[in-house]
Structure formats: structure tokens, C-alpha cells
């Protein structure tokens, strides 16, 4: 443990373990109710540093009650160390069942020269049973909220629960729309059924509103502490209560959802001033002051439709903004630097996201938007400027062939055989590498046979007049030059195939994604798009070698 006696933990996972020490009634608190078969919506592995989540394992596995056993049979001993010791004897059991079934670090833990480690574990687990801990136990599932927020939703900015999407257009009168949709939920939660499915993934959320979807961070925030994330104000107990009133459980939800947007700036408040400023401003208070008076029957002009309003002013005008967003990131991430497989791993996760968008969006109630159905297929990305990298290796192409002239049974080995006629970019070089493949090694040697089926081939698909100027000349070079065998060189022309590829599904996307198309229409041609890369990535992913310099320490580009 360094950097202190906690390890530089969060404070909120902290919290969580100094809830469940003073007060074991606390675990009830993280327990979802609302499935049919309860259980614990906070997991161990949730817990950014091990160490928390091993105590939290302990906890769940035995070591609350036996917390309660040693406190009753030692009513006069310090009531934290008794339970710090509770609670290494079953860290002390876990660590030992982890060691049985192979643990290498377990069972470096379990070592007598690691007494350091166990001893430090124990005074921080003492100081966080004391009653003089900074936390309020009552607050453990926001705190437990935070925490799962933030393993699930990494983002630069420390302790963020999620980040939305790129920026997308944005007004009051849209702002003012989604709110009608939360309020119309808290002015009634039965209504949250209409957003319930049954998604093909069983990690993904049953609700095919997420808080992505939203506009604004606020309404994002709020939609999250409201329906979709862990322990939600419309699974509270006051939320179902027959007996309160609409007043009283608007306001038990509304109270519970201030406190998590508290919770939320205070824990990024070390690295987003602005979040400093709204805990300093009073501005959740605010938020759930103007909830209060919005959640009236009248806010909403039909709450009925909610579902609808949803579909409409939430989800479909974010499509776009999260097609872009996906189309951005597989370029962001440095195509000229990744190898193959990771590139047809982004790729995949890409194909994947979309997947799920549409079954999002299918999932939702249909609508009468208007939306411009004419074609406006994107046409793949322009190529680079001179000094970028762009791609193409017309020069590798050349030599490429010459080298397959040469000795045109490489066609039958790996590296070679993986080459494909979209691995060359001149039309010439394309048509001459079909032919040199449809021929015997004999015949590709031969000049007459070799220009005939370039003709052939290029007739019959009705392709533009080629070069044969430059078809002879790489004909000739064969007959005069010597060049290497085809391996290092078709790998490479196979990566700037699957980089090219990459770059062109990205830019059709997001050029897609700027035209006023129908979501469901958009979704469906990126999804091509990436499909089609994605494809070609793992058709030559196992062709990932090392390539020439100039592509190596290049940044990702933009076409």
C-alpha cells in the first residue's frame, strides 16, 4: 500500500467498505430488489483497487456475520480492531481458496515475509470501521454508484461516471423536451415499462433509452440516476408505496436523484473544476428544485406518449452524433500504428456498437419522422495530400508483380497467396495480377498470354482503357531486374489494404452520418461499411508484420 495508508483509493470505494463495517444493515442498500431473483448490483471486481475488492469479497462471503459473532462474544473489546480481525480471517480464507485453484498472487500474499502487507490492511480496515469515518452509511449506494459508474465508464477526467458522446446540436427547446420525458417517469415510474426490452446481449441494459442518447450531461445524469443505472430511483421502495401520495414520491425520487448528481461532481470535483463549482453553487439543489415543479401532471403535454416523445426528440437525434462518434474513434485510436488484429478487433467493436444501436432503436416505439430518403451513399475517403500517409504503395504494387512474374508459384505460399485484387490500388496493377493468378506459371510468364487475359479480364468487367504502357514496362523490368520474393511485400500491401479499408468505412460513416438521413438507414449503411472492413481485417490479420518506417511513428490521419 503506498501513497498513504489507503493506496490512493477512491474515496467513494472507501466509503462503501466503511458503510458495510459500522453498519451491517447497509449491504441491504446494495442489493437490487427489483429483479426476480435479488442480488448484489455492486460486484468486487467494480473496485478500482484489489485490495477494496478483496475486503469486499471477504464481507459478502461470510465476514459480515462473522463481524456480529466476535462483537457479540467480545462486548468489551474495541469494537473496530474486533472488526478488522473478522475481517482478515476471511481475507485470509479467500486468499487461501484463490492459492488452492493456482493464484500466483495469492499465494505470494499468503507468504510470512508479506506481514507487512497484512498489517496495514488491517489498521486501514480498523480506521474505516471507526464511527469517526467521514461518511454517512445511509449514502453507501451512492457511493456504491459511483463506483460501478466509474469501472464501467472510464473517461480522462477522474471518477467520471459515463461520458456521452460527441457534441451534437443542442437548445433549450431540446433540453426542455428531454426533461418532459424524465419528469413524465417521475410524475409516474409505471411508465418506465415502455422502455423495457429484451436486448440480444445479456450485459447489455434492458432499456433502449440509455443516457448517451441525451443531449445534455444534466438530463444524462439524470436519466441514469432515474431508470437505467444501478439501484434506480424508480426501483425505491417509495416509488412503489401505494400509500404516499404523487407529491411524496416525486419528491422521495427526486431526492434520491440530487443526491446521486451530488455524489457524481463531488467525486470528479480533483479534476473537473466545473463539477467544484456546481456542488459550490448549489446548482443539483437547484436542479431538483425546478424537478419538483416540472414533475406536475400538466409539465408533459402527454405523458401517455412518452415513449414516443422519446423516439423522437431523444434517441433519433442522437444517431447520428453516435455514428460519428464511432466512425471518429477507429481513427483516433492510430491506425498507422496498431497491428492488424487490433485494428479488425476496433473494427469489430465498432460493427458490434451499431449492431446494438439498431436493436436499440427497432426495440423503440416506431415514429412519422421526416427524413430524406434519397441515396446518398458515401463515396470512400479522398487520398492524402502529399506528406500524409495515404495508404497506397503503388511503387510495392510494382515490385510486387514483377516479383510474381518472375516466379509466379509464390501465388501458391504464404505470404503471397493472401493477395487479393483489392490489395492493388492502379487499375493496371489490379487487372495484371488477375491475370497472372487465372494463368498456369507457364502461360503468366508469357507475354502474349499474359496482355490477352489482362484484356479479357478488363472487358469483361467493362473497366475503363488501362495503361498497357505501364503493363508492358513492369513486363520488361521482369525480364531485366531481379527483385526480392513477394512475402515482405505482399504483407505490406495486405496492411495498407486493411488500413485503407479502415479509414474509408470511418469517413463514409461519418459522412453519413452529416446527411439528413432515416437513423435506422444510417445505422444499416455504417454497419456495411464496418462490416466490410471488418472482413477484410480478419481475412489478414495474421499477416501483421512490421512495415516501412515512414508508416510506423505516423500519427492517425484524418481524409
Known amino acids: 500500500m503506498n501513497n498513504g495508508q489507503y493506496g490512493a483509493a477512491p474515496q467513494h470505494e472507501l466509503n462503501v467498505l466503511s458503510a458495510l463495517l459500522r453498519e451491517r444493515s447497509s449491504v441491504d442498500q446494495l442489493v437490487d430488489w427489483n429483479r426476480p431473483d435479488p442480488q448484489y448490483w455492486l460486484r468486487a471486481d467494480h473496485f478500482e483497487t484489489a485490495w477494496l475488492g478483496d475486503v469486499y469479497q471477504a464481507l459478502l462471503t461470510g465476514g459480515l456475520a462473522e463481524i456480529e459473532q466476535r462483537l457479540l462474544a467480545y462486548p468489551h473489546a474495541d ?41 496495514a490492511v488491517n489498521s486501514a480496515v480498523r480506521q474505516m470501521a471507526r464511527p469517526s469515518w467521514p461518511a454517512n452509511p445511509q449514502q453507501a449506494r451512492h457511493d456504491a454508484y459511483v463506483t460501478v459508474r466509474a469501472a464501467s ?29 424524465i419528469v413524465a417517469i417521475i410524475n409516474d415510474p409505471a411508465r418506465a415499462a415502455e422502455f423495457w426490452y429484451t436486448p440480444s446481449s445479456p450485459e447489455a441494459s434492458p432499456y433502449w433509452l440509455q443516457p448517451q ?7 444524462a445524469e439524470i436519466w441514469d440516476a432515474l431508470v437505467t443505472g444501478p439501484d434506480p430511483a424508480i426501483a425505491l421502495p417509495a416509488a412503489k408505496d401505494p400509500s404516499l401520495t404523487p407529491q411524496q414520491r416525486a419528491a422521495a425520487m427526486i431526492r434520491h436523484i440530487t443526491t446521486r448528481l451530488d455524489y457524481n461532481d463531488y467525486h470528479r470535483s480533483t479534476g473537473d ?6 456542488l459550490d453553487a448549489h446548482v443539483n439543489q437547484e436542479i431538483g428544485t425546478y424537478l419538483a415543479h416540472a ?125 487479393a485484387e483489392q490489395d492493388f490500388t492502379r487499375p493496371e496493377h489490379r487487372y495484371l495480377f488477375k491475370a497472372i493468378k487465372s494463368l498456369p506459371p507457364d502461360s503468366a510468364r508469357n507475354a502474349w498470354f499474359l496482355g490477352n487475359q489482362v484484356r479479357a479480364l478488363a472487358r469483361n468487367d467493362g473497366a475503363p482503357p488501362l495503361d498497357f504502357q505501364e503493363l508492358n514496362n513492369i513486363y520488361r523490368e521482369s525480364q531485366t531486374t531481379n527483385v526480392p520474393s513477394a512475402g515482405k511485400m505482399a504483407s505490406h500491401l495486405v496492411t495498407m489494404t486493411v488500413r485503407r479499408t479502415a479509414r474509408d468505412a470511418s469517413t463514409a460513416a461519418q459522412a453519413a452520418a452529416q446527411k439528413n438521413l432515416d437513423p435506422r438507414t444510417l445505422i444499416e449503411r455504417s454497419r456495411d461499411q464496418f462490416g466490410q472492413a471488418t472482413r477484410e481485417a480478419l481475412r489478414y490479420h495474421a499477416q501483421s508484420v512490421p512495415e516501412p518506417s515512414q508508416y510506423g511513428t505516423q500519427q492517425a490521419h484524418t481524409a
Open 273 to 278: 473544476q466545473a463539477a467544484k463549482d456546481r
Open 295 to 419: 414533475s406536475r401532471t400538466g409539465f408533459s403535454p402527454n405523458p401517455g406518449n412518452v415513449g414516443r416523445y422519446a423516439v423522437t426528440f431523444i434517441l433519433d437525434p442522437s444517431i447520428p452524433a453516435a455514428v460519428e462518434d464511432l466512425a471518429g474513434r477507429v481513427r483516433d485510436y492510430g491506425l498507422a500504428d496498431a497491428s492488424l488484429g487490433q485494428i479488425g478487433l476496433d473494427l469489430s467493436t465498432t460493427e458490434y456498437a451499431l449492431s446494438q444501436l439498431g436493436e436499440r432503436l427497432d426495440a423503440a416505439p416506431a415514429t412519422l419522422a421526416s427524413y430524406d430518403m434519397t441515396d446518398r451513399t458515401a463515396k470512400p475517403a479522398p487520398e492524402q495530400t502529399e506528406g500524409q500517409p495515404s495508404y497506397t504503395s503503388p511503387r510495392t504494387e510494382r515490385r510486387a508483380l514483377i516479383s510474381l512474374l518472375q516466379d509466379p508459384h509464390q501465388l501458391a505460399h504464404r505470404p503471397a497467396r493472401s493477395l
Open 153 to 181: 465508464h472510464p473517461s480522462a477526467i477522474e471518477n467520471v461516471p459515463f461520458e456521452l458522446v460527441r457534441a451534437r446540436g443542442y437548445d433549450n427547446e431540446a433540453r426542455h423536451r428531454e426533461l418532459a420525458v
Open 79 to 119: 469494537p473496530a480492531q474486533v472488526t478488522a480481525d473478522a475481517v482478515m480471517v476471511r481475507m485470509r480464507t479467500l486468499y487461501q481458496q484463490r492459492a488452492a485453484a493456482g493464484d500466483l498472487s495469492a499465494q505470494a500474499a499468503l507468504n510470512p515475509s508479506e506481514y507487512q502487507y497484512w498489517a
Open 213 to 219: 442518447d441525451f443531449g445534455d450531461p444534466v438530463t
